[in-house]
């Protein structure tokens, strides 16, 4: 075991404190000392201890708002809602990056993985658009997601989005995919998928584009890098080439889904 | 206090079996050199890609599972081309193949890095060879399960 000595020189209160004491005190500091750090080594080596689906539910009503809440209606950590920018007249999804699901780094990040790592144009905007509908609903945010991009994205992105909700919860070794630990803490250790997931599953395993929301859920895993440097702007081509940009801006459209946007416009409507 | 030192020590080992022994470096493709430093066993793995950033994502093991993780330095030359790379293999005493979720990307973008790859695999298993492209490398020496 290596001992950092300025480490455990500053652990007693420094230099002086330490020519204070007589050789027998000093080696039983450092005797305490070793002890110590053998204990943390050992407990970083533990793997962590993950709550239970009953523990999660014993904390709903300590919260002012619920889990599944989207992020533009609550503020970061119980802080305040911020004001936010007003939208353009004729809001893109550009706009829509920029001003309301900013910073954007999950799916920007997923997005960036899948075009260097070669995936098709339908997956890397699947990727791209993935988990935006979190800032307005968190549950079934696959369905959700799916729905709001439908009218304006390929079939085969909205099949994407809409399915790896499910396929988060099963590991696949052959594509890559691990089930994550993050899902341990955030649904439970011993949390099993309702049977509307599981019946989803079941029909995804056998689907011929299986392997689309499949190839999300990879470039999901890997997205959660607080140091990566990402932007909208290589996506551009990708999103004027497969997103059919209405020209009354998202919204205006009268599509099905131009509600949702309205409502990820203006958040601060009452009614 | 020494017993405890020990104890302490046997639990770590239990949990994170090192072989620090090295093989030799061998081009995994034109321009790419890799050398496997190290094989350890762990309850939970990082998934990270190649060369790796911060992703905070980790895997954890079920019952009678256990994380290879295999750690291989990686040089580049300036006659490599990048190109997109298939995930790396391990296989077992009786070649039974395991699957790693870490893939590489960016490959090239500095000039030598070290990645750690998580293989999912029963308790115990007797590690073989790992496999980078068509370059296969010996984990036996390293590998002390």
């Given amino acids: 075991m290596e001992i950092d000595r300025r480490a455990f020189i500053a652990s007693l209160g420094g230099a002086a404190a330490v020519n204070l004491m007589d050789h027998e005190a000093k080696a039983e500091a450092l005797e305490h000392y070793m002890e110590e750090k053998l204990d943390e080594m050992v407990a970083a080596q533990q793997p962590e201890k993950f709550p239970t689906v009953a523990e999660i539910e014993a904390q709903i009503e300590t919260r002012n708002v619920r889990r599944g809440v989207g992020g533009l209606f609550a503020g970061r950590a119980g802080a305040n809602v911020q004001k936010l920018p007003p939208m353009p007249a004729q809001p893109t999804l550009k706009d829509f990056f920029e001003l309301r699901f900013a910073p954007a780094n999950h799916v920007l ?85 309702p049977a509307y997931i599981e019946q989803t599953y ?68 009452p009614l | ?79 490599f081309q990048p190109a997109p790379m298939k995930r790396p293999t391990i296989t077992d005493a009786s070649d039974k193949k395991f699957n790693t979720a870490a893939t590489f990307v960016d490959v090239g973008k500095v000039p030598e890095f070290s990645c750690t790859f998580p293989f999912r695999v029963p308790e115990g298993t007797r590690l073989k060879a790992l496999q980078i492209e068509n370059t296969a490398y010996d984990l036996t020496s390293l590998d002390s399960k």
């Fill in chain 2, 1 to 79: 206090m020494s017993k405890r030192i020990l104890c302490s020590f046997a639990a770590g080992l239990m949990l994170a079996v090192v072989a620090s022994a090295q093989t030799a470096g061998k081009p995994a493709m034109p321009g790419l050199e890799a050398t496997v430093t190290k094989v350890e066993r762990a309850a939970t793995a990082s998934l990270r890609d190649c060369p790796p950033g911060s992703n905070t994502v980790n895997a954890t093991t079920r019952p009678g599972e256990q994380f290879a993780l295999v750690t291989v330095a990686f040089k580049v030359a300036s006659s």
């Fill in chain 1, 202 to 269: 079941k029909m995804l395993k056998n689907h011929k584009w299986y392997m689309e929301p499949r190839l999300v859920t990879v470039n999901d895993l890997y997205a959660f890098d607080p140091n990566a440097k990402v932007s909208f702007e290589p996506f551009q081509d990708i999103v004027g080439r497969h997103f059919k940009q209405p020209k009354e801006g998202l919204g205006f459209d009268n599509s099905p889904s131009a509600h949702m946007w309205r409502t990820l416009a203006r958040p601060d409507q």
């Fill in chain 1, 109 to 193: 990040q997923s997005a960036t993985r899948a075009m260097k790592t070669g995936m098709s144009e339908e997956v890397t905007l699947a990727c791209l658009l993935h988990d935006c509908v979190l800032s307005l609903i968190k549950p079934d945010h696959g369905w959700w997601g799916a729905q709001l991009f439908e009218p304006y994205i390929p079939e085969k992105s909205a099949f994407a989005i809409r399915y790896h909700q499910t396929l988060r919860f099963y590991a696949d070794d052959d594509a890559g995919y691990e089930y994550p630990d993050q899902y341990y803490r955030i649904f439970g250790h011993d949390y099993t998928p």
